[in-house]
């Protein structure tokens, strides 16, 4: 039986990349190229699982044209309540990698069962998956409960899954136990009411939200790398050198690689592994100017130069000995 990760994007959109030489505001500019492809954070998802070698699904919600472009690419299964499907423009300038990113608002559902359709054609497929991501944003009409009900669900039902949504959603995926949260730095202060800035600030901040179940907070940092914080422990990882060029999509990326190992682990996970991977695949996708394509030779050759350190984390469970300080292999 083929293992089947699953993705859930909610508020979909067509990724519009323009390419120009350098962008200066209040200026008209001649756009050298333009590209459009469907997007959303779990479609970015589900493209870099497919380049990971992983069978990934996606659903969610769209409209008719979005979902039938999407079949061209992916296997899909969306709920068809969107009036129409947004856009997000990224301009990538050619001079020095920059990317400025505008994203619209998105339709209402207009669906008043969509919801619930959602959740029974997620709940249909648990039995056959073996992951599941709920990320990006979600559409008016819908209530911020949503992610957290999917995940509960999923979650009972052996499933590892991650949640990787913003606001009032963050707060009650939060309280699922056995979650798998992908804050970045301003929703972890949402989230945690506190504005952390060393990595054992972060681990501090995230600490209580582990004792009440949470599975393993992933912070997302940017140039700054990553943190993990589990009932094991916690590390942090970072690349001895950040990488220019779209972030967009990098936290796509990293969600991915989690996923992917969540996914074939059977007994507990080596988080600190965890994390090489994610920081690695995250910076495989900053090189490349649209969302949800990474360039794996370069994730194989910065791999092994991620620096990984531990954490002290006096509440956490750790065997005398640890070390304190690790490169990966």
């Avoid at 472009?69 to 068809?80: G, R, S, T, Y």
């Avoid at 819908?142 to 052996?158: C, K, M, N, S, V």
């Avoid at 963050?170 to 699922?176: G, K, N, T």
């Avoid at 005398?320 to 300080?325: E, M, R, S």
Wanted: with cysteine.
């Amino acid at each position: 039986m083929v293992d089947v990760i699953l993705t859930v994007t909610m508020n979909p959109a067509y990724d519009m990349t323009y390419r120009v030489e350098h962008f200066e505001r209040g200026q008209a500019h001649r756009v050298r190229s333009v590209e459009q492809r469907i997007g959303g954070k779990g479609i970015n998802v589900t493209r870099v699982l497919n380049q990971l070698g992983k069978y990934a699904r996606a659903t969610g919600f769209s409209d008719h044209a979005f979902a039938a472009a999407a079949e061209l690419e992916m296997p899909v299964d969306f709920v068809h309540a969107l009036p129409w499907v947004r856009r997000t423009v990224v301009i990538s300038e050619s001079d020095d990698g920059t990317a400025t990113a505008l994203w619209e608002p998105g339709a209402r559902v207009s669906n008043p069962h969509a919801a619930e359709q959602l959740s029974v054609r997620v709940a249909g497929m648990l039995p056959d998956i073996n992951g599941l991501v709920i990320s990006g944003s979600l559409p008016g009409g819908i209530a911020a409960g949503l992610p957290a009900e999917i995940a509960r669900t999923a979650i009972a039902a052996g499933v590892p899954t991650i949640c990787d949504v913003d606001g009032e959603s963050l707060r009650l995926a939060a309280q699922v136990p056995g979650v798998v949260l992908m804050p970045n730095t301003e929703e972890l202060e949402r989230l945690t009411g506190r504005v952390p800035v060393t990595p054992d600030e972060v681990a501090t901040a995230a600490r209580p939200l582990i004792e009440r179940g949470v599975r393993a907070i992933i912070a997302t940092r940017g140039a700054e790398g990553m943190i993990v914080v589990t009932a094991e422990g916690a590390w942090s990882a970072v690349l001895p050198e950040p990488l220019a060029g779209n972030p967009t999509g990098a936290g796509d990326s990293a969600a991915a690689a989690v996923i992917a190992a969540l996914s074939e682990a059977d007994v507990l996970p080596d988080w600190s592994a965890i994390l090489v991977d994610a920081v690695a695949t995250s910076a495989a996708a900053v090189v490349i100017p649209v969302a949800g394509e990474i360039d794996r030779s370069l994730r194989a050759r910065v791999a092994p130069t991620v620096v990984v350190e531990r954490l002290a984390d006096p509440a956490a469970e750790s065997s005398p000995g640890d070390p304190t300080q690790e490169t990966s292999p």
